[in-house]
């Protein structure tokens, strides 16, 4: 399992809302965009003359946010630059929320595959990368802009990921860390407070590995948790996100009252398929804290869901 398919999968899960926006970067980040500006200044310095400009529109409406999350807004080129500093897993639907907004077409997505091949060869798609082609309902001089400043935007994210600091993603299981995944949790509970939803974190942690390590001739090495990964990977969701805290441990985050038990469940039957004595020494303890009730930022529900595994590592 890669981090590139890992992210790959996370990207296609959350798009965010211009409440969850708001919500996420605050009110007063940009102001009102006035009915008579144009929104899009979006072209690079750099770009030619040669090269078609996007076409500016007038501003589209999106969701009033109600006080005080802030004023109507759309997606900026800020927002973009924060998101790939961030190493934010939905970039790719953000700029194509972006184009949406800017030029008033809903339906402009990336189509992959065999399904793009064909779209280009008829001229209703613009190929951004080997097998991924952008595909709106534009005239071809304007898709052609619009698929340019898409493919700078990803090209740029690509690079700021490759020199990203080292530990955003743990090799052995390719899921991502916490650091790399808090500002999406951040998201996520912004998302839940507007739908009135409870959003939980969970801390799965199997205790004893430097013990067993220590004692045991088979070790809980990096291919072993490859295959804890592959197994806890096979019981999530669309909707369910995996990180690993630390050796033994990983966190959860789901909307599913049920996926955290699914989840243990998942890790204590690999670590059962141990030889010897692994099922009777390894034990797997879960804390478990939800937004808003517990606690309205990642990092403090995650530190109340580690204090709920030592409780019940403590009881047991």
Do not use: Y
């Amino acid at each position: 399992m890669s981090e590139h398919s890992h992210a790959e999968r996370l990207s296609r899960r959350i798009e965010l809302s211009a409440e969850e926006l708001s919500l996420l970067l605050g009110p007063d980040r940009f102001a009102p965009t006035p009915a008579h500006e144009a929104t899009v200044q979006d072209v690079a310095a750099d770009e030619t003359s040669s090269v078609p400009s996007p076409v500016v529109t007038e501003s589209v409406a999106v969701d009033a946010v109600a006080v005080p999350t802030g004023a109507t807004r759309c997606v900026g080129d800020t927002d973009l630059v924060q998101a790939i500093l961030s190493g934010a897993p939905n970039f790719e639907q953000l700029a194509l929320r972006a184009i949406r907004e800017r030029t008033g077409e809903e339906l402009a997505r990336i189509i992959t595959g065999s399904a793009a091949d064909a779209m280009v060869a008829t001229g209703t798609g613009t190929m951004i990368d080997e097998g991924r082609a952008f595909v709106a309902p534009l005239a071809p001089d304007a898709r052609a802009a619009w698929a340019l400043w898409l493919k700078r935007w990803l090209e740029l994210a690509a690079l700021v990921a490759q020199h990203a600091p080292r530990g955003l993603w743990d090799d052995p299981t390719g899921f991502p860390s916490w650091p790399r995944l808090r500002q999406q949790v951040a998201h996520r509970i912004a998302a839940a407070r507007l739908r009135r939803e409870s959003l939980t974190v969970s801390l799965l942690r199997i205790e004893d590995v430097e013990l067993w390590n220590r004692r045991s001739q088979i070790l809980l090495d990096n291919p072993f948790m490859a295959r804890i990964a592959t197994a806890l990977d096979a019981a999530v969701v669309p909707g369910d996100e995996l990180a690993r805290l630390d050796e033994g441990g990983f966190v959860l985050v789901s909307l599913r009252e049920s996926a955290t038990q699914e989840l243990a469940a998942a890790l204590r039957a690999e670590i059962a398929r141990l030889p010897g004595d692994g099922p009777r020494s390894l034990v797997v303890h879960v804390g478990v804290a939800a937004a808003p009730w517990d606690a309205t930022d990642p990092d403090s529900l995650l530190e109340l869901a580690a204090r709920r595994a030592a409780a019940s590592s403590n009881q047991g």
